[in-house]
């Protein structure tokens, strides 16, 4: 699915970026590359639906053990019940012998269901525990990945790039000063240096998946030629730096995603020239894969 996406993705810049458009085609462009972005952001949510699945185990867990206690009182008490009608077994009725009978029923039943709690209760505790690892894997993954980046960086930071671990993921995030002349999109020797270091890190883990982001401030573009806003623009910025990791082809182009976000993503506000000059970078994510994880949390949704 998130390669069909992807393509989908692709597949509209690439009209919007070769093509004299109508302004109602452009519209319809737009539309149709919001709602992939949403569709693409609510992927996201799935990575915050395994904490609350760990969650949702502990309370079964509790629950269970709870009602194996209750089960096993029970349990407990009907074979005392039962022990007591043994002694008394030579002056039963006929009657009474029914009694005895349904008791030794109910006592069967209940240590069927008891066993079935039981084995409930294991199934669950497994799953925790693959689940539990398997986000502890993930998390030791994203820390590593975070360090190599940080290292391979470590020349460049304070001068225009930061490098911060969020939401499961590792973000490398450029000033446009770093890469760009203003309303440009050739890539300036200082941001050539950075991508290099960037791209020593992604061909030694070949298990990270990448997306370039573009972001711009709220300032109408003024260039000419081609682009006409700064969707465009953001877009140009964000596909040339993916063109730059790939230059020796060692990284494999289905890992890396470029994607246009505009002036519509700011971290800070565009009321002053010092929040336009933090919104304007090119934002680079880092996430490792996360499919075993995933296949946990499936498994645990089949009927």
Request: with cysteine.
């Amino acid at each position: 699915m998130k390669r069909v996406f992807i393509f989908l993705v692709l597949i509209c810049f690439s009209e919007l970026l070769t093509s004299c458009v109508t302004s109602k085609k452009y519209n319809d462009l737009k539309f149709r590359y919001d709602r992939l972005t949403d569709s693409y952001d609510n992927l996201n949510v799935k990575s915050n639906e395994q904490t609350a699945k760990l969650a949702q185990y502990e309370k079964d867990i509790n629950d269970l053990n709870g009602e194996i206690k209750s089960l096993k009182d029970e349990n407990k008490s009907l074979k005392k019940q039962y022990e007591d009608s043994q002694t008394l077994q030579k002056s039963m009725t006929s009657a009474s012998q029914k009694e005895m009978q349904d008791l030794l029923k109910k006592i069967q039943q209940n240590e069927e269901s008891l066993q079935q709690k039981e084995d409930e209760l294991r199934e669950k505790n497994k799953k925790y525990v693959e689940l539990q690892e398997a986000m502890e894997k993930q998390a030791a993954a994203l820390n590593q990945l975070k360090k190599k980046v940080a290292d391979a960086l470590m020349g460049f930071e304070g001068k225009g790039l930061t490098v911060k671990q969020k939401n499961g993921k590792v973000y490398v995030s450029v000033d446009e000063k770093l890469l760009f002349k203003s309303g440009k999109w050739d890539i300036e020797k200082p941001g050539l240096q950075a991508l290099a270091e960037i791209r020593k890190v992604l061909e030694q883990n070949p298990d990270i998946n990448i997306m370039v982001e573009g972001h711009t401030d709220n300032v109408k573009y003024s260039g000419t030629g081609a682009l006409t806003d700064n969707w465009d623009l953001s877009v140009k910025r964000a596909t040339t730096v993916v063109r730059t990791l790939l230059i020796n082809k060692s990284i494999d182009p289905s890992r890396i995603t470029a994607a246009g976000r505009g002036e519509f993503v700011p971290i800070e506000p565009n009321d002053t020239n010092e929040g336009k000059q933090k919104n304007r970078r090119t934002e680079i994510i880092l996430t490792p894969k996360i499919s075993e994880l995933m296949d946990i949390i499936e498994s645990t949704q089949t009927p």
